[in-house]
């Protein structure tokens, strides 16, 4: 039997390939793992954070985790950014159509459109201390995300009978100081000694809407 005969300064290989540590293969599983996560970055592109529905004519926030300064990066017909460079950052929806705003921490995608159904959720008849909410859809009957909204663009009106404040912190008021929504929910009560029949009336952006309610007498 001939062997194989390696030439002068060559090494001679095994035809077995040797298995490679644990800890080499997981590394290399590692380094794999954060390639691909800076590809989009590596790419010109920033990460996409959320995409939001929005009323036209109103002013948005965007959520605190977009970061500092941010500025349109699409669609500039249907959006304005304040300017700014920290939170919060305010843009402006002022018609209809989708644009993407880009932030410190990546891309904030908003689609505006005009609010086609606006309501005030509630009860008919006020005895005590109820709550009331404010729901907007589109044409198609697809909800905003009304969080989003400023409260500069949220107004409420009631009859001299009620009171309309912003919601309870109760036990933990020390903790939800200036966290206490935008306008979109809010309570209401009939004052002492007061009753009647009217309208409480909340606008958003160019959208307005009315709950006739009833504070009784005895009560």
Same mark, same amino acid.
């Given at each position: 039997?001939?062997?194989?005969?390696?030439?002068?300064?060559?090494?001679?290989?095994?035809?077995?390939?040797?298995?490679?540590?644990?800890?080499?293969?997981?590394?290399?599983?590692?380094?794999?793992?954060?390639?691909?996560?800076?590809?989009?970055?590596?790419?010109?592109?920033?990460?996409?954070?959320?995409?939001?529905?929005?009323?036209?004519? +109103?002013? @948005?926030?965007?959520?605190?985790? $977009?970061? =500092?300064?941010? %500025?349109?990066?699409? #669609?500039?017909? &249907? *959006?304005? /950014?304040?300017?700014?460079?920290?939170?919060? +950052?305010? @843009?402006?929806?002022?018609?209809? $159509?989708? =644009?993407?705003? %880009?932030?410190?921490? #990546?891309?904030? &995608? *908003?689609? /505006?459109?005009?609010?086609?159904?606006?309501? +005030?959720?509630?009860?008919?008849?006020?005895? $005590?201390?109820?709550?009331?909410?404010?729901?907007?859809?589109?044409?198609?009957?697809?909800?905003?995300?009304?969080?989003?909204?400023?409260?500069?663009?949220?107004?409420?009106?009631?009859?001299?009978?009620?009171?309309?404040?912003?919601?309870?912190?109760?036990?933990?008021?020390?903790?939800?100081?200036?966290?206490?929504?935008?306008?979109?929910?809010?309570?209401?009560?009939?004052?002492?000694?007061?009753?009647?029949?009217?309208?409480?009336?909340?606008?958003?952006?160019?959208?307005?809407?009315?709950?006739?309610?009833?504070?009784?007498?005895?009560?």
């Amino acid at each position: 039997m001939v062997r194989p005969r390696c030439l002068p300064g060559a090494t001679r290989r095994s035809g077995r390939r040797r298995p490679r540590p644990a800890a080499a293969v997981g590394g290399g599983l590692a380094r794999r793992a954060c390639v691909l996560a800076l590809l989009p970055w590596l790419a010109g592109c920033h990460p996409l954070l959320g995409e939001h529905r929005v009323p036209a004519g +109103v002013s @948005v926030v965007l959520p605190v985790r $977009g970061g =500092g300064a941010c %500025r349109v990066h699409e #669609g500039g017909d &249907a *959006l304005r /950014v304040e300017p700014g460079d920290s939170p919060p +950052v305010y @843009v402006e929806a002022t018609r209809a $159509g989708r =644009g993407v705003v %880009r932030c410190e921490n #990546g891309d904030i &995608a *908003l689609v /505006v459109a005009p609010i086609a159904r606006l309501t +005030v959720k509630g009860p008919g008849v006020i005895k $005590g201390d109820v709550e009331l909410e404010v729901e907007a859809l589109t044409a198609r009957g697809e909800p905003f995300d009304l969080d989003l909204v400023s409260s500069r663009s949220v107004a409420w009106s009631h009859p001299d009978f009620l009171a309309v404040n912003p919601p309870r912190c109760g036990h933990m008021a020390a903790v939800c100081s200036g966290f206490l929504g935008n306008g979109i929910r809010v309570r209401a009560y009939p004052l002492h000694e007061r009753w009647g029949e009217g309208d409480i009336v909340v606008r958003v952006g160019h959208a307005r809407a009315s709950l006739r309610v009833v504070a009784p007498r005895e009560r």
